[in-house]
């Protein structure tokens, strides 16, 4: 628990209600108007912001795949001006340096570089006289917006109009990450419309000035960290609020290897007002905002799907740093690393406050770049992973369908999923008619079962929590809560046990031990003491490694480890992973070790720094306690 979580649950309510509320204003006021943020002649080109320079890079990585592409379906209603569109397209290009700049690569980083000449094309397609238009233009969006940009030979910006009929169209605009965001879609509906209406009416489209672009905010990011000492203090502070932090992580359905795609499917639940309204005052009872009270639920609902107490999550912040950055469009999203402590004993509104603590730790400190978050912080890097965390939880606020009108044509805007998992889990909530709740997952490493049953549990805890918010975290119930869970719950209130209902398996009965007793010694050996919570997560990180290699449900995994901690924790590492173990005595001839192997048709073994096995297998290191 971070120094502000531990000061803040000791206050009474109400001055910590009042504390929270002066915080909130504080954040909220933002850090960046320490430095003056002005417009500037960068010449032909100027350095990318920290967000490009990440997404750039990304894409290097993506070999042509289009991972970070936006792609809106703008309806038009009603007698289009197809030349009044064209122009109005432009205008809000030409208006915005950010369209219709290139990413060029100098000395191996990316700088923009305006084309001031560029001028949109818009491609046409008429689906008016097909008698499947509607499965047509969802295989052409979807094609549009798979499509990958080169973005340092042209501006990474595209646009398709499709005709339904002479009242009815569809434009397909696309653009990629490094030039969007979702606070852009306002801006782009606003300037669309306003200027479609000046184009029709026969006037040229006109805008005020922006006061900046994005390449003058690129250019005042990098300066605020241009002063090392401020700079350091950013850094360790990140290494003090992740030190010795582990992504939680939902337990894949399929193991996680080279071949693990980003390829991702969405699933949605909508929620009805009333239960925003709950969640709302719950927000204001706690002097807090109802992204927080979110948060809070969410953390619950890893708490009992994971049963770790230490939840880290991210979650992406696309506030503009600035006023005068409001009306600019362009990419301003940060990833942020969120890190809650949750017991079963704290009551809902107790976890609120620790949640809003945490937010406030981390939002305190987003200036600095998540890149160099991650360059402070030094974790162990796995190549198949994100470095801070694998499951993101961000609120939009208000979302969902942009409706606006200019002449005799209404627009209505509609963001595509683009197909892709940039996480394992990307949980995100709106406001729309209600609390509208979206679960994006890695179709790679998760079933569709397991994603729906995770989105309905978070429903759950949500109407649980709104109803009765002096809830203790330990007795929310999940339909789908693990069994082990229930039964450790059970006795932690110290009443009887149903002795029929331990009909478990070894794995389960040890995670329920672990969970009731964690500082208990699990095993001795020599002078080795080992507790329940490490050996815990050292079978965990064991089962993770072996999922990670492809051992699957049900298959045989030779455990040849010496005797000792290593061994039971292998063990457990192997049955967490869903397979069978096979010991085999280090010491065995070599002839009696193959017979057994090759009657067991094993094909990975579990191994510590001294095993020798006489035939090949895929081999996986037991490692050493966390």
């Known amino acids: 628990m971070s120094d502000l979580a531990e000061r ?237 932090a582990v992504a939680t992580e939902v337990m894949p359905d399929h193991p996680r290897g080279p071949e693990t795609r980003g390829d991702g499917r969405g699933l949605k639940l909508t929620l009805d007002q009333k239960l925003l309204d709950r969640l709302t005052e719950l927000a204001d009872a706690n002097s807090t905002t109802v992204f927080t009270t979110l948060l809070a639920a969410f953390n619950a609902l890893l708490r009992h799907w994971t049963r770790t107490e230490d939840v880290v999550v991210g979650t992406a912040s696309a506030s503009r740093p600035h006023p005068d950055l409001e009306q600019v469009i362009g990419c301003f999203v940060q990833m942020i690393t969120l890190r809650t402590e949750v017991t079963d004993q704290l009551t809902f509104r107790e976890l609120v406050t620790r949640t809003a603590a945490s937010v406030m730790d981390s939002f305190t400190n987003s200036e600095l770049p998540f890149e160099q978050v991650v360059e402070a912080v030094r974790p162990v890097r796995d190549p198949l992973r994100h470095p801070l965390f694998q499951i993101e939880f961000t609120s939009l606020g208000r979302w969902g369908t942009h409706r606006a009108q200019a002449a005799d044509l209404e627009f209505t805007m509609d963001q595509l999923h683009d197909g892709a998992a940039k996480f394992d889990m990307s949980f995100l909530v709106g406001e729309n008619d209600g609390l509208e709740l979206s679960l994006e997952y890695n179709t790679s490493l998760y079933r569709h079962g397991t994603a729906s049953a995770l989105l309905a549990a978070f429903r759950q805890v949500l109407e649980q929590v709104a109803e009765n918010p002096d809830l203790q975290v330990g007795d929310i119930s999940l339909v789908e809560e693990p069994a082990a869970s229930r039964h450790a719950r059970e006795l932690s209130r110290g009443g009887p046990v149903d002795e029929t209902a331990w009909t478990t398996t070894l794995d389960r009965a040890f995670r329920e031990r672990a969970t009731i007793h964690p500082d208990a010694i699990a095993v001795r050996y020599g002078s080795t003491r080992l507790d329940y919570a490490a050996l815990d997560r050292w079978s965990e990180a064991i089962a993770h490694r072996l999922r990670d290699r492809g051992v699957r449900h049900g298959d045989p995994v030779a455990v040849c480890v010496a005797r000792g901690p290593a061994a039971v924790a292998g063990v457990l590492g192997v049955l967490k992973a869903g397979a069978h173990y096979l010991p085999v005595d280090p010491a065995a001839p070599a002839e009696r070790t193959r017979t057994v192997l090759a009657d067991a048709k094993v094909r990975h073994a579990l191994v510590d720094d001294t095993a020798q096995l006489p035939v090949p297998l895929e081999l996986v290191n037991t490692g050493t306690a966390a």
Not at 10 to 23: E, F, K, V, Y
Not at 237 to 243: E, F, H, N
């Open 8 to 244: 803040l649950g000791r206050l009474p309510q109400g001055q910590r209600s009042r504390l929270l509320g002066r915080m909130r204003n504080q954040m909220t006021a933002g850090v960046g108007r320490r430095i003056e943020l002005k417009r500037a002649d960068h010449g032909p080109r100027s350095r990318s912001s920290f967000q490009q320079e990440q997404m750039w890079f990304v894409d290097k990585l993506g070999a042509g795949k289009a991972r970070n592409n936006i792609a809106l379906a703008i309806g038009l209603g009603g007698p289009l001006d197809r030349a009044a569109l064209h122009e109005a397209l432009n205008a809000v290009v030409a208006r915005h340096q950010v369209l219709h700049s290139k990413l060029v690569e100098i000395d191996g980083v990316p700088w923009q570089e305006p084309v001031p000449s560029f001028v949109l094309g818009v491609q046409s397609t008429d689906l008016s006289g097909s008698e499947d238009a509607e499965r047509e233009l969802a295989e052409l969006t979807a094609s549009c917006a798979a499509a990958p940009f080169d973005l340092a030979a042209a501006p990474p910006v595209r646009a398709h109009l499709v005709r339904l009929s002479a009242d009815r169209h569809v434009l397909v605009w696309v653009v990629h990450h490094v030039a969007w965001d979702p606070g852009s879609t306002r801006i782009f509906t606003e300037e669309l419309t306003s200027s479609y209406a000046a184009a029709a009416a026969g006037k040229r489209p006109e805008a005020p000035r922006l006061a900046v672009e994005y390449a003058d905010f690129a250019a005042w990011q990098r300066a605020k960290l241009e002063n090392d000492e401020h700079g350091r203090a950013l850094a360790g502070k990140w290494r003090q609020i992740l030190a010795g």
